[in-house]
């Protein structure tokens, strides 16, 4: 008999779940006509009515704690509506709207000549399941769906915690907070980093790219973001024979590399140090391969014995002003720390640079007097590469790879460092945006 009663309990708490909210029009507090479905739910928005009447002391308990919930849900300004409606006929519109003044509530209530008892008729009569008395909440999702009795049995900050689980639970995303995001970007030896672009995304979107850690952001409480940094410098700028020596004396256990040593160590990123890595380092060292990325960013609290840690990640909560992060740089090879961290400044392209624009891509000359003479030159351009031009007798080349924002680069050297007023070198662009060629292209030289 109880394995009866139970099933049928769940087949009708299952039915009342499935009911769509019935449609109304209130009047109220505000003046203004409000239809449930027409202004709120078909223009997906998440609607939350409190039933309540002035005189209801729980109601009155509960009250500091509703404007909160509003304005942490964005005032009716963003995914989520507020409403109070009175459940007795002796509240008028201007009996709630003293209410909500003195309990300094910004959101719309209606009282009886608004069309309030109408309103909540269904939920009074039992429609949604029963109804036990006042403040009740209903949350209604944009699709039509009712969770009736939120947080029942529930007292303050619980209870809303619970309504707002519930308003969550229709797909509202809470409003947007502008962040400042700052932080320290170090060696792990505390020696500051320069130089270093900083992609954000949130899953696989980018938000945004700054070129410093310094940058202000409207991010969604909830959500997570990771950080990207990227520094351009892909010579072997620190790495020499004594880092060799060292890992080589890890290898043989003759001494012991730290965690931060051991990152820069494994050149090719397979988690481990072997002679693999050592013969990777010296054709590096001898100009004979070039290894990019080159640096490796982490959180300074990585730990590798607690997953995630190691990601720069954030997320803020609604009210949240300020982002702070810690970073630690990696030079790949470095292992004693001694690379010159400022590598990488980024310099303007000179108004040489021609461009011509056929169709869907462009043709970039570059000439001899945009390159520094006498080192590499990174390029980083604003598009798919499609074709490259050039003399080796003039100009060196080494090949084409990808950034974390999704731009190529190549490495280019003048073979003569006495080339002067010569087109050295032209690029088949495609390019992510029409606009001037100077914001397609940056060329870095690296010392």
Sequence with gaps: MKA???????LLASQLQAQQAPDFTITATDGQNHSLYADYLDQGKTVVIEMMFTTCPPCNAFAPFMEPLNEKWGSGQHDVVFFCMSTQNFDDNADVANWLSDHSAT?????????????????????????????????????????FNVGFGMLGQAKADAISD???????????VNVHVTGTVTMP???????????????????????????????????????????????PNGVTTFDMVLIAKHI?????????????????????????????LRKWILGMIFIQPSW??????????????CAIEFSVQPGDTLVTL???????????????????????????????LQADFETISLEADDLKPGVWNEIQLQGKILDIVSDPKVV????????????????????????????????????ELKVNVHELIKIKPLK
């Design 4 to 10: 009866y009663l139970s099933l049928f309990l769940f």
């Design 107 to 147: 959101f719309a209530g209606a009282g009886k000549e608004g069309g309030a008892l109408d309103a909540l008729q269904p939920y009074l009569g039992g429609q949604f399941g029963p109804f036990f008395g006042t403040p009740a909440f209903i949350v209604i999702a944009p699709d039509g769906s009712v969770n």
């Design 166 to 176: 519930a308003i969550a639970a229709t797909g509202a995303q809470l409003p947007p």
């Design 189 to 235: 030896n505390g020696t500051p980093i320069g130089s270093t672009t900083f992609t954000v995304k949130q899953d696989t979107a980018t938000i945004l790219t700054a070129n410093q850690l310094d940058f202000y952001m409207d991010a969604t409480p909830g959500l997570v973001y990771t950080v990207y940094p990227e520094k351009l410098d892909s010579l």
């Design 252 to 280: 043989l256990a003759v001494d012991t590399l730290d965690f931060w040593q051991l990152l820069a160590a494994d050149i090719n990123g397979n988690g481990s140090i072997t002679t693999l890595d050592m013969v990777s």
């Design 296 to 309: 490796i960013f982490y959180n300074s609290a990585c730990d590798p014995a607690v997953p995630g840690s």
């Design 326 to 356: 810690s970073i630690y740089g990696v030079k790949k090879g470095d292992v004693n720390f001694s690379a010159n961290p400022g590598f990488g400044n980024d310099d303007p392209p000179s108004d040489n640079i021609q461009a011509n």
């Design 396 to 431: 060196w080349v080494q090949g084409v790879t990808n950034t974390p924002s999704g731009n190529e680069r190549l490495l280019v050297k003048l073979a003569n460092p006495s080339i002067r007023n010569k087109v050295v070198l032209k690029l088949k662009l495609k390019p």
